[in-house]
């Protein structure tokens, strides 16, 4: 399947703080011994992602205090929203902020910016608060007796996640990812096993593609303009 042939303005800068020059680590993700229809040990240029895109993302760097320096911000509260309450926008540092792009900061809601997640981890406690608490259609699939489960969303709404970050009726949650180092970007890339994206379906485009060097390296460009930002203010 072939990525974007045109990334865009944003640079591809794998050149990071230590000086040296990374590149995604196939190995956490995508290397295994036992398949019969997979490519066993892709090289990381072999490696990529889809329905996420540099010109919907935007970068925070966490308290001193945290555990985690910069991050990435997926997509969650929906920039571009008019519905959606200010105050539950979380700031971020866009990767088009200094004007990169033509247009304003694309509304997130559309699927060519989903970002979904390969799976979710709770503690018994989290799942009874988001369902009864923070979500306001509950978190869990609606179970009444007259009721189909799917409740006329799709079935990845459930089964992919999408209730914790999508606004209608559903969580609005902030999810990142650990853009620190190019090993911690990696461990957080997982093999989707059903490969049923290395060719276009009919009416895909090779914008919905990129490869996670690429991405890895517009992160890495746009990081360095939000620390220059920083210490321009400090």
Known sequence: TPAQSNTGPIPVDLNFSDGKMHRVDPTVCC?????????????????????????A???RR???????????????????????????????????????????????????????????????????DWHGDICPGGFLPPFDATLDGLDLRNVEYWSGGLQLFTRDNAC??????????????SKHLLYHTANNKQR??????EERFVTANTLLGQLNSVKKKAE???HRIQ
């Open 172 to 185: 609005n949650m902030q999810r990142i990812i650990d853009i620190s180092d190019p090993q911690k970007f």
């Open 62 to 128: 966490m308290p001193q205090n945290s555990t985690l320096g910069w991050v990435l911000f997926q997509r969650g509260p929906e920039y571009g929203n008019k519905d959606i309450y200010k105050p539950e926008i979380i700031g971020d540092y866009w990767s088009g902020r200094n004007g990169e792009f033509e247009s304003q900061r694309p509304y997130t809601g559309k699927g060519i910016y989903l970002n979904n997640q390969g799976g979710w981890m709770a503690t018994r406690q989290q799942i009874l």
């Open 57 to 59: 993302l935007g970068l």
């Open 31 to 55: 290397h295994y011994e036992r398949t019969a229809t997979m490519p066993q040990k892709p090289a990381a240029d072999k490696v990529f992602l889809w329905e996420t895109r540099i010109d």
């Open 200 to 205: 276009h379906r009919k009416g895909q485009r």
């Open 228 to 230: 220059e930002a920083l």
